[in-house]
């Protein structure tokens, strides 16, 4: 199974910006489709962004324009570039990797789409 390690959650004010990393074990990183969830406080864990293995992506509508998606293959790291970012934000992000994906330019939203999980960075955006 592939390791998935976040980092760069923290607090920031609201309009900041944080960068996010998810640096993973799997030898073959490249043909992974990558993934970012959140889950907020009292709430279900939901879809934020994902990027394909040729970098094909899908954003959630809540943070369309605000938050990027990006990977480094050479890095077996995937980033999510996060701007404007408002108190509704606030939660834990789970990295996530689809090792298996169906297509190459195949960009998967669903939780079951996904082997692998980090354990989360919590990200805080104060008012």
């Known amino acids: 199974q592939v390791q998935l390690v976040e980092s760069g959650g923290g607090l920031v004010q609201a309009g900041g910006s944080l960068r996010l990393s998810c640096a993973t074990s799997?030898?073959?990183?490249?043909?992974?489709?990558m993934g970012w969830f959140r889950r907020a406080p009292g709430k279900e864990r939901e879809f934020v962004t994902a990027?394909?293995?040729?970098?094909?992506?899908y954003y959630a509508d809540s943070v369309k324009d605000r938050f990027t998606i990006s990977r480094d293959n050479a890095k077996n790291t995937v980033y999510l570039q996060m701007n404007s970012l408002k108190p509704e934000d606030t939660a834990v992000y789970y990295c996530?990797?689809?090792?298996?994906?169906?297509?190459?330019?195949?960009?998967?939203?669903?939780?079951?789409?996904?082997?692998?999980w980090g354990q989360g960075t919590q990200v805080t955006v104060s008012s």
């Open positions: 996530a990797a689809d090792v298996r994906p169906t297509t190459a330019w195949g960009v998967p939203r669903r939780e079951t789409a996904f082997d692998s």
């Open positions: 799997g030898r073959t990183f490249a043909r992974y489709a």
């Open positions: 990027i394909s293995s040729i970098g094909t992506t």
